[in-house]
């Protein structure tokens, strides 16, 4: 993933604090909840609630913005990926002047079958929009549909990643660079800051990160 400037890594100290603050992300290294693959896991993200924030999803849309316009100046169109990243394409891409579309998980079995909607060309050069990373999976096919398409697709933005080595090294296998707002690491920096959880609690997080099923089996 691409590295913070001194700018992007105080924005993604704030974005950290925000989805805190607004139980978007919530901690519970002790008694975790459970994902429906089964895994056991201390954290639970939901960032579909910074909708309901104007200060939190302008912030994100303004981050959103701002790395469009120093990293990808040829973007010709915002793509956000259902459903969580569709939103956040539409305002970011207000922001920039530029095309929305979005991605479907699948194309639809009625109608035209489209995946992608909105009006696109071949050739197009387009960001897509995420709002979370976790093992990659559904982003990476959202982009690589995209590029299927016939698209130019210059990289894959998301609002929180769990830094997941899968994730970083399947979107570096296709080719796609992957940027986040903000990311794991700096949320337990910000909990911690906050008193949110314990120097104990931050070892079980990192522990969890590093190795997933590890954690889960103490829990099972």
Sequence with gaps: MTRQTANG????REIARRLLAIHAVELRPNDPFTWSSGLKSPIYCDNRLTMSYPEVRGLIADGFASI?????????AVAGIATGGIPHAAWTAERLGLPMLYVRDKAKGHGKTNQIEGAFRPGQKVVLIEDLVSTGGSSLRAAVAVR??????LGTIAIFTYEFPQAEAAFAEQGIPLQTLSSYSVL???ALEAGSITEEDAALLRGW??????YSRRFA
């Excluded at 890594?9 to 993604?12: F, P, T, Y």
């Excluded at 299927?148 to 697709?153: H, L």
């Excluded at 990160?209 to 590890?214: H, M, V, W």
């Design 209 to 214: 990160k590093n190795d997933p099923e590890g």
């Design 9 to 12: 890594a105080e924005l993604s």
């Design 148 to 153: 299927d398409a016939g698209c130019e697709v």
């Design 188 to 190: 337990l920096e910000a």
């Design 68 to 76: 469009i316009r120093e990293r990808y100046p040829v973007c010709e």
